[in-house]
Nanobody, 123 residues
Framework: VQLQASGGGLVQAGGSLRLSCAAS????????MAWFRQAPGKEREFVGA????????YCADSAKGRFTISRDSAENTVYLQMNSLKPEDTAVYYC?????????????????WGQGTLVTVSS
């Protein structure tokens, strides 16, 4: 499994970004895909997840109402649409995958990781 995250950049507070995670290497039916983020000096934290087979999604409280996760099975790509961005959303965002049809919020529950993409939100 290979994961390639992209779409990060610099945006002003209140703006939007869409991150992409291109997945390859196998069929992802039976997988859960997730987004995590890590700000400088902080632990990696769960942002949200999507169950590949039924597209059920789950978001951390910090993301609810602002972030949306989706996937395109034809493109084998997972998206993180981020709206109403705040300076505290500044972090490196990672996509991850686990071989299960259920999500967990701990990074240790995911065996596959992309390289990360930096999101910087200016005030």
């Amino acid at each position: 499994v290979q994961l390639q995250a992209s779409g990060g950049g610099l945006v002003q507070a209140g703006g939007s970004l869409r991150l992409s995670c291109a997945a390859s290497g196998r069929s992802f039916s039976g997988f859960t895909m997730a987004w995590f983020r890590q700000a400088p000096g902080k632990e990696r934290e769960f942002v949200g997840a999507i169950i590949w087979s039924d597209t059920s999604t789950y978001c951390a409280d910090s993301a609810k109402g602002r972030f949306t996760i989706s996937r395109d099975s034809a493109e084998n790509t997972v998206y993180l649409q981020m709206n109403s961005l705040k300076p505290e959303d500044t972090a490196v965002y990672y996509c991850a995958a686990r071989r299960s049809s259920w999500y967990v919020t701990s990074p240790s529950g995911y065996g596959f990781w992309g390289q990360g993409t930096l999101v910087t939100v200016s005030s």
